[in-house]
């Protein structure tokens, strides 16, 4: 059965890695993996369980005679719900924060970003469309934030050529953005929540890194760019069915929305509890001040139905399932002691150096998937001592890492694949144009990471 398990994770993996070519979508096969592990571990549950929880099912027993039945309720209830739980706050917590931008895009309240970036000059729209989702995707789900960017982008420039230079940039801030907050990227979450890392010192040491592995990049790419874009300024988004709020009004949503986010890491350390209550929390207050600004429209029956991108509905949904399914995958690895094995092997062989880990982490993460390496790789250790304890360094390696090296590739990130599909863009293309530039900019991160390790 170990064998069977393991062999469904590489098969799995491989599919993940190969989703562009077959068409297979890597979410399906995330919630494959999950629900088929499951199903094989609790057939021979009795084997794993007198394995790793042999005393604990011995107390839940209490003299009662051992059969299949009640091994089944022993890991449904003290095995199965745990990862359940687990993968279910990362879930919420994409609900929540997807929820509050649906909410605040639906109002306009993002309308101030193509004020902004309105320009001609491809610095300028280069510069301040990369920082508005560097900053965003540190505060909201990144994919989402590069999603709805690269939505705002493809109606400004009008050049294919010229639009799939600013969109690698856009995934590429989304990606660093993302990384250095607890709440910017799923993994995050994760180490977060399991305690690996604390909100502010996770910040404070891969805020540097991650600026490197975006600005380096980024100078590069507007070195491709005409001096002047190619761009067509529409009128604003009609609104007029779906929301009539003023310029302040909409100040007051944003500041709710993103300043209660910002709240988030100060809620978890006063109560202790999970993230995605905070976030739900957030948008339950955001969902009553905009039902409050907007109850004219609701009382004359006058506001229509919003709608988000289809692109970004989608994505959303994809994303969350995506998670869920490798979570639960994770979860019978660790209970049938496969991926206690595998740790083991890998920490061997690269003779314990978790830089090297690290970076051969983020080359795998390009070609499988940023969120299935990573988890992978933080699933591997417990958190413990060393590098490997509260804070340890291995888990900012790993988070720095799996996040720019999926950028390495646009089949890395789900962000990467949504810009392929927006723009019909070739792998080899983006290969050919981008690869060297934004593994210049991982290199340099790192080191950044390395030197601050040392003096700070």
């Known amino acids: 059965m170990v064998l069977i ?45 007198m394995k790793l929880h042999a005393q604990e099912y011995l107390e839940f027993l209490n003299g009662r005679e051992a059969t299949s039945e009640t091994v089944k309720y022993y890991i449904y209830d003290n095995v199965f719900l745990k990862y359940v739980g687990k993968a279910a706050a990362i879930v919420m917590f994409l609900v929540a924060t997807m929820s509050i931008i649906e909410i605040l895009n639906n109002n306009g309240c993002f309308d101030f970003i193509r004020e902004w970036i309105r320009t001609r000059n491809s610095k300028r729209l280069l ?63 994760i180490l977060w929540g399991d305690e690996a890392v604390t909100a502010t010192h996770f910040s404070g040491y891969l805020f540097l890194p991650a600026m490197a592995a975006w600005v380096i990049p980024t100078i590069l790419i507007n070195r491709q760019l005409p001096d002047r874009l190619d761009t067509e300024w529409g009128a604003a988004p009609y609104r007029g069915n779906d929301t009539r709020l003023n310029r302040w ?22 109560t202790k509890l999970s993230p995605f209550l905070g976030a739900l929390c957030v948008l339950s207050v955001l969902w009553v001040v905009n039902e409050a600004f907007n109850r004219k429209l609701m009382q004359a029956d006058q506001m229509a139905q919003s709608r988000v991108p289809r692109a970004l509905q989608y994505g959303a949904i994809q994303q969350m399932l995506f998670v869920m399914g490798i979570m639960l995958g994770m979860g019978v690895l660790t209970e049938s002691g496969v991926l206690g094995d595998i740790a083991q092997w890998c920490f061997a062989f690269f003779q314990g150096n978790v830089w090297a880990m690290g970076f051969s982490s983020g080359l795998l993460s390009s070609v499988i998937d940023t969120f299935t390496v990573s988890v992978t790789n933080v699933s591997f250790f417990p958190v413990g001592e060393g590098v ?9 390696i790993i988070a720095f890492s799996t ?18 599909q ?29 030197l601050e390790m040392l003096f700070l």
Not at 251 to 268: K, Q
Not at 406 to 413: A, E, N, Q
Not at 424 to 439: C, I
């Open 403 to 420: 996040a720019i090296g999926g950028s390495l590739l646009s089949v890395g990130s789900t962000s990467g694949i949504a810009l392929m």
């Open 127 to 189: 510069w301040t469309i990369t920082l508005a989702t560097f900053i965003l995707s540190a505060n909201l789900d990144n994919l989402t934030t590069a999603t709805m960017m690269l939505v705002v982008m493809h109606d400004i420039v009008k050049n294919r050529m010229q639009r799939m230079l600013v969109g690698s940039a856009i995934v590429l801030a989304a990606n660093a953005g993302g990384c250095f907050t607890v709440i910017g990227d799923p993994l995050g979450l």
């Open 5 to 49: 398990i393991v062999f469904m994770l590489v098969f799995g993996y491989l599919l993940i890695a190969t989703g562009h070519l077959t068409g297979v979508n890597k979410a399906a096969i995330a919630m494959f993996i999950g629900t088929i592990g499951w199903i094989v571990y609790v057939c021979w549950g009795a084997d794993f369980v």
């Open 422 to 450: 927006m723009e019909h863009m070739r792998l080899g293309w983006y290969f050919k144009n981008l690869t060297w530039k934004v593994m210049l900019g991982f290199v340099i991160g790192l080191v950044v990471l390395y």
């Open 249 to 270: 009004q909409r100040v007051v949503m944003l500041f709710v929305g993103i300043g209660g986010l910002w709240f988030i890491p100060t809620f978890r350390n006063i």
């Open 388 to 396: 490997f304890a509260t804070n340890g360094i291995y888990w900012l």
